[in-house]
């Protein structure tokens, strides 16, 4: 049950976009729609942006993106401000009916 | 204000047991699944568990499979996780969440395990 990949780090300017990936296989990612995405806060819980790939949920700012594209799954966060400086996780069901984190992506703003 | 919250966390020696517990308020329990994930420290989440809402449907990630059950009284809006032969690397942060149909909503703050001889 090996983790979804994801890149360690990403880094951006104010006002900038970035996208983070998130790969799996046609068991998890790729096999239906239940990709969501966590932001969470050193020592905080997370917080849920983005549910079923592309939704997002209320009050969550409209800068928050999803997208999927076979095996690997994004976010992207537009018009990069610095409270989005957080880890990242996607999270993803598989096929024999248990659940994956992705490895986490530590998002930087410059 | 819906809220969950964790206990049972503490500081165990290798191979000892320790029962988790998860409680809802503002909001009933009994109607949505439940994950379990953990956080070691310095580390990213891990999916640890689920019971579904009538407690009949129970999945584990396989590092855990045979050591940790999960149960569940509605009638006190209540999840629990018994953890046994806890192992070194079973120390984490435990956080129970709502499942919204294979995402998590709410989320409590966490209870802290440390498994240490």
């Known amino acids: 049950q090996s983790a979804l990949t994801q890149p360690a780090s990403v880094s951006g300017s104010p006002g900038q976009s970035i996208t983070i990936s998130c790969t799996g296989t046609?068991?998890?990612?790729?096999?239906?729609?239940?990709v969501s995405w966590y932001q969470q806060y050193p020592g905080k819980a997370p917080k849920l942006v983005i549910y079923?790939?592309?939704d997002r949920p209320p009050g969550v700012s409209y800068r928050f993106s999803g997208s999927k594209s076979g095996n690997t799954a994004s976010l992207t966060i537009s018009g990069l401000q610095a409270e989005d400086e957080a880890e990242y996780y996607c999270?993803?069901?598989?096929?024999?009916?248990?659940?994956?984190f992705g490895g986490g992506t530590k998002l930087t703003v410059l | 204000q819906v809220h969950l919250e964790e206990s049972g966390g503490g500081v165990v020696q290798p191979g000892r047991s320790l029962r988790l517990s998860c409680a809802a308020s503002?909001?009933?329990?009994?109607?949505?699944?439940v994950h379990w994930v953990r956080q070691a420290p310095g580390k990213g989440l891990e999916w640890v568990a689920f019971?579904?809402?009538?407690?009949?449907?129970?999945y584990y990630v396989d590092s855990v499979k045979g050591r940790f059950t999960l149960s569940r009284d509605n009638s006190k809006n209540t999840v629990s996780l018994q953890i046994n032969n806890l192992r070194v690397d079973d120390t984490a942060i435990y956080s129970c969440?709502?499942?919204?149909?294979?995402?998590?909503?709410?989320w409590g703050q966490g209870t802290t395990v440390t498994v240490s001889s």
């Open positions: 046609s068991s998890d990612v790729g096999g239906d729609e239940y």
């Open positions: 969440a709502q499942d919204l149909g294979n995402y998590m909503d709410v």
């Open positions: 503002g909001f009933t329990l009994s109607s949505h699944g």
């Open positions: 999270f993803s069901y598989r096929s024999d009916r248990t659940w994956v």
């Open positions: 079923d790939v592309i």
């Open positions: 019971i579904s809402q009538d407690g009949n449907n129970k």
